[in-house]
């Protein structure tokens, strides 16, 4: 149905996720579109909802790579968070964080000040008004978390209408005091395995299914599937795309997926397919440009998997090693965008051992993106040593064997995280 063949919207859903320019291109290359909502809002008070990316394309202008005109529905621009020179806070933000000063409106009925949502974005939208803020949170500095149109801009929302809610609940990284809780699938010919420090002949199945075990994680509480196609990660390309694509199909969580990606064909092509965060390792190492390039055409989405084997970073599947260590390699990636670090311990990988909650908790505070920690997991008391940890909070962990052999149980898993 186009804007010209269908009768004018009674409400407007504007959703959005990557970078303000790009986004913006893509709604004008679409004839009418903005035509359409426009009248339908500003014509005939329609009510509207931008989330994420959509909420901030109303601004006047955004300024990731360089100005790009926004619609201009509320003034304001879209500018990058300031970290205030802090190492403690993380850009991007990704996590649970608490909103504050929440506007008396129908959107946010049983939401109330403290309330904890998700945020992931290193952009926030600015208003010049702050009557046009409906809410607003903390993270090196307080920023608008929320946008409530008056009359102003040359596109204006009814007075009353909420325009944006920034947060969404996507559930990728914490914030706050939360560790996310990334149920593994590890892909073997097609099987869900599990193996040790990455040695495919040791290779254990668990679900001839990888989706129904995707959905049994999800509709265990998890709110990210963490899947890995380990005969790509060897051979270089994408071997198990088919049980990735029933992975896809049969759970509505994201799923971040790694192994195989190797060009920036291959990770538009995995975005396009569904997958929400795609991960790269081998080229992180040989070619980082591939990283800086791949974060900023999909900011936030874009992970890199930094796999450690005695004190130094593996390739190729873990079967060939580097003279890089960990934190030289993560340091490559500041500030350019990507959405996590996902540090492996391969010497403990499906061993049961126990976090090195200290290896993990060093490079969190060496780096300013959020670490993800993996490898040798063995019981709930790892996920709480790793909340307890002094200094930089690690962002999530990674469940392997101690989830598939019931050492660990979902619930009590989750609670500890939480």
Known sequence: MTPTSSPRPAASLLPGVGAFAACMAALEARPGVVEAMTEAVHGKGAPFLGICVGMQLLASR???FGETPGLDWIAGDVRRLDDGGDPAIKIPHMGWNNLTDVADHPLFAGLKNEQTVYFTHSFAFFPKDERDVAAYVEHGGQFPAARRARQCGRRAIP???VAGLRPFPSRALP?????ILYPAIDLKDGQCVRVVHGDLS???VFNT?????AKAWADGGFHWIHVVDLNGAGSGKAVNQAAVAEILGAVSVPVQLGGGT???ADIEGWIEAGVSRVILGTVAVREPQIVREAAKAWPEQVAVSVDVRKGKVAVQGWTEDSDLDAITVAKRFEDVGVSALIITDIDRDGTVMGFNVEAFGAIADAVAIPVIAAGG???????????ARPGTAIAGAILGRALYNGAIVPDAALKAAA
């Open 62 to 64: 955004g300024l990731e």
């Open 209 to 213: 299914s990888p989706a129904a075990q």
């Open 377 to 387: 997991l063995a019981t709930v008391d790892d996920i709480v040593r790793l909340k």
């Open 262 to 264: 190797r060009t920036l």
């Open 159 to 161: 007075s009353g209408e």
């Open 175 to 179: 914030g706050v005091a939360t560790v």
């Open 202 to 204: 040791t290779a254990t």
